[in-house]
């Protein structure tokens, strides 16, 4: 059984920053690349950032580029994402995922959710101005 667990959610002002962790149990960490994605009251959950297996490679939104940044540590089985000058629209619910394994890595393959296996149960972020 994978687990996927978020924390490090919470409540800031605008400009603030977070960090939000996620860990995984139940299989071997290396085996996935690991996304970020968010979901606002009423909106379909959107792709945030993704890296590959060993941290080389990240994959950003556009509306994070620049002000989030995905790192992962292999050796705590834990996927990480900063998020700096948070701004009231980056108010969410914030998901970690493992991407299926054997795909290849592309923006197309890291940014489509129905392509990532496990989900973590989400973490509120909640930015005011």
């Known amino acids: 059984q994978v687990q996927l667990v978020e924390s490090g959610g919470g409540s800031v002002q605008a400009g603030g920053s977070l960090r939000l962790s996620c860990g995984i149990s139940?299989?071997?960490?290396?085996?996935?690349?690991m996304g970020w994605f968010r979901q606002a009251p009423g909106l379909e959950r959107e792709f945030v950032a993704a890296?590959?297996?060993?941290?080389?490679?990240?994959y950003y939104a556009d509306s994070v580029n620049d002000r989030f940044t995905v790192s992962r540590d292999n050796a705590k089985n834990s996927v990480y994402l900063q998020m700096n000058v948070l701004k009231p629209e980056d108010t969410a619910v914030y998901y970690c995922?493992?991407?299926?394994?054997?795909?290849?890595?592309?923006?197309?393959?890291?940014?489509?959710?129905?392509?990532?296996?496990?989900w973590g149960q989400g973490t509120q972020v909640t930015v005011s101005s």
């Open positions: 139940g299989r071997t960490f290396t085996t996935y690349a």
């Open positions: 890296i590959n297996w060993n941290g080389e490679d990240q």
């Open positions: 995922a493992a991407l299926s394994p054997g795909l290849p890595l592309s923006w197309a393959t890291m940014t489509n959710p129905p392509n990532y296996v496990y």
